[in-house]
Every structure is written in C-alpha cells, then in structure tokens.
C-alpha cells in the first residue's frame, strides 16, 4: 500500500483495521519480550549462578532500554517518520533475540535484553500514535486498544512457547535441540515476529499527520481519502492548522509560555506511572517464581502463568468493546476500583501466612482465594488500565507536541516499571504481604487521580486536543 494509492469511494473500515493491526504488531513484540524471561528467571539464575540483586538487574535490564528507547522513539520518529521507527523496532527485536539466545555470560546477556529493551520502547510509543493518527475518531478508541491486544496476546505467546519447550525439555534449564537449554530457545523464537513485522511495516502508509508536517498535505489527504472516505482536505487543513508552525518539533514544545509543562503532560506522565504502580508486570515477570515459592511445582506454575495471560486477552477484547461506547475515563475508575479489592486481598493473605524456612505457605483456602485474586487483578486491569492508558497516550495530546509528550509519558512508563521490577525480589524476601499492600495503595491512589484530573476523550478528533488541554465540557 503505497502513500499515493488513489483515493477510495467511501470509508475503508477494513483497510484502516488492516493498517491499524499491522502497526500494533510492535505491541505482540513488546509482550514477547516482555513476558519471555518469566519462563527463563530460574534457568537463568542457575546458569549463571547469580543472587537476588543481580537476577532483578537482569530482569529488569530490558526495562532500562525501554525507557530510552520510548524517550528517543517518539522524538525520532517526529524527525524520520513512524515507518522507519518501526522498521528500527523490528531489527532490534531480531538482534536481541539471537544475543540473548547465544550469551555465554551474564553480562552479555543482560546487553541484550537491553537492546530488545530498546525496540520494546520504540514500539510502546510508536504503535499508539500512528494508530491515533490514522484512524477515524468513531473507532479510534477500538482501534488503539488493538496496541493492548497485540501486547496481551504476546505475552501469551510468550507464555506459552516457554511452557512448551520447558516441557518437551523436562525443564526450563535441561538440553532441548543443538545443545541448547530450552530456555535460549525461548528467546530465539522472537526472531519470527520480528521478521514479519519488519517485513509488514513496509505495507502500510505513513502518518497523514506526520506528511503534513513534512510540508506534503497531498499525500497525506490521499491515505486520509482512503482510511476516512469523506472529509480528507477538511481534515488536512485542520492538521495544517494545528501544527501551524515553521520550525522542527522539539522537547521546549511541551512548556507554556510560563515555562511550565502543560497540565495535560503531566496527568501523562500521571497516567504512564500508575499503570506500573499497580505492580500488574510482577504478575507477568515473576509469577513462575511466586507461585513456585508457594508450593506449585514449575510445571504447575507454568499452567497458571498462561491461563492468566488467557484471562488478560479475554478482558482485553472487552475493553475494545465497550472503550468507545463506556468511554476512557469510566473504564480506568472501574478497573482502580477492581484491582485495590483484589491487591488488598492478596496483601492479606500473603501477609498473614505462616512462613517456613523464608517462604510463605498457603494453607487450606488461602492458595486458591490467592490464585483467584491475582485473576481479579489481571481482568480488572486488562479492561481498564492495561488498553486504555495507551488509547489516551496516543490521542490525549495535541498534533504540535504528540511525539515529545509521548516520548516524555513513555519514558515515565517504562522507569516506574523498572523500579517495580528490580525491587519485588527484595520486597518478596522482606514480606509478599508489603509488596501487594504498596501495590494495593497505589490502585487506590489511581482511582482518586483519574477523578481529579482525566478528562474524557471519546468521541474527539485529534485536532481538538489543542494548547495541551481538552476541550471544555469534555
């Protein structure tokens, strides 16, 4: 699909589904990688012999690189276009993929999970503003949260690839095929969706918005003939209008003339943090451990891991449902309240339980009111928080500073999510009952701030999203 296709007769629905699909595919990457080293975490920490502290690091390593990957994507790809991103994405993805696989030491695999970490960034940014920007304002909500979908099912992907070749194996850390562990070939397996997705990215058009910036309205109104039907000039010069300015974007975009960042970057930078606050990576990161370190053996562990990540896809798909007929901001309270009951549960049970030789034991109904809980939490998070904070990244911000405000929310999403990652193992030795307890006051803390400071956005197109404020009434 090429840039100066000529304009289609009425609105394309399944073109722009196509479009918007093959974008959020950077969303399935970033979920594989994400979730791939639970299944690795114990074969790892044996492999090379490492404690605590340096198995969290290394963990959470990719987390570092995602942090810097998201600050530079979005300003990158303000300055070469969100194709070529992607593309940058995609080649990371492989190469993080193959070093991973093949490091002989901690070090060197830690680089790497840097690098995966890197496109992970790139992705989480990039996917959410290409699909605001390509879509029509009446699905543009369902067709964001196809970002939160694709990370969903990758993490399930994840997974399970991880379950099976531990299983064919007879363990995460046992020989599997070429006198590799099974655990390398966990890894190794991302290679093939890094591959279609840097082979896809070359099907589908640039951002309209970005074209227009670039000073070439014709070839945006051409993609916007095709995804929108009618109203593509209107839309041009409103864009135009918009972005109404002569130099490059830049990071000073997102301060007023006071010099002070717009309000609507911080509530942000508010939404990125909370969404990691809640803890909802350790579910995904350490489950195996946790599980493991309350009596399931690795295997049953496993089990549970990819049925939660089933739970997660399943609320997913309601959220997509329901987020542009509910709207952004009845779904995020309804899922702080839903995750603060389960969290406080969680918190309660593991804080209570009698301890025996470091680890906590679950006993009588305690193991499966636990095990419930944690499923509460993913379904109350994966139709609140989970999509829709991405839907509002994507969309909240105004045409002239979309890319740095991301790049800004980004940034704070993926440090908020290395600092929970790298300090549960330590939490975890202190008292599992602490760590759900803080993350069960932060979903509380969410609810109070998306009240007082979320606006809703359902319904707007993107070019009201002016000076860094929603519009009044809204």
Known sequence: MSETAAPQNGPKGSGVVRIASVAALGGLLFGYDSAVI????SAIEKEFNVASGPLGFAVASALIGAALGAFFGGRIADRIGRLKVMKIAALLFFLSAVGCAIAMNLPFFIIFRFVGGLGVGIASVIAPAYIAEISPPAIRGRLGSLQQLAIVTGIFVSLLVDFLLAEAAGGSSEILWLGWEAWRWMFLMMVVPAVLYGVLSFTIPESPRFLVAQGR???????????????????VER??????REKKPSMRDLKSPKGKLYPIVWVGIGLAIFQQLVGI?????????LWEAVGFDESSSFIITVLTSVTNIATTLIAILAVDKAGRKPLLLIGSIGMTIALAIMAFIFGTAPVVEGQPVLEGAAGPIALIS?????IAFGMSWGPVMWIMLGE??????????????GFAQWAANWLVTVSFPAL???????????YALFAALSFAFVWKFVHETKGLALEDMEDGFVPAGH
Do not use: C
Not at 217 to 233: D, F, M, N
Not at 374 to 378: T, Y
């Open 38 to 41: 639970n299944g690795a975490v």
């Open 374 to 378: 944690a499923n509460v939490f993913v």
């Open 239 to 244: 864009i135009q209008h918009s972005l109404n």
């Open 396 to 409: 909240m911000f105004p045409n002239a500073f979309r890319g740095a405000a991301l790049a800004v929310a």
């Open 428 to 438: 975890k030795d202190i008292s599992l009952g602490l760590a759900y307890g803080l």
């Open 217 to 235: 309205p014709e070839a945006a109104q051409r993609i916007l003939a095709r995804v929108l039907g009618v109203g593509a000039e209107q839309t």
């Open 281 to 289: 990576n350790v579910i995904f990161y350490y489950s195996n451990v």
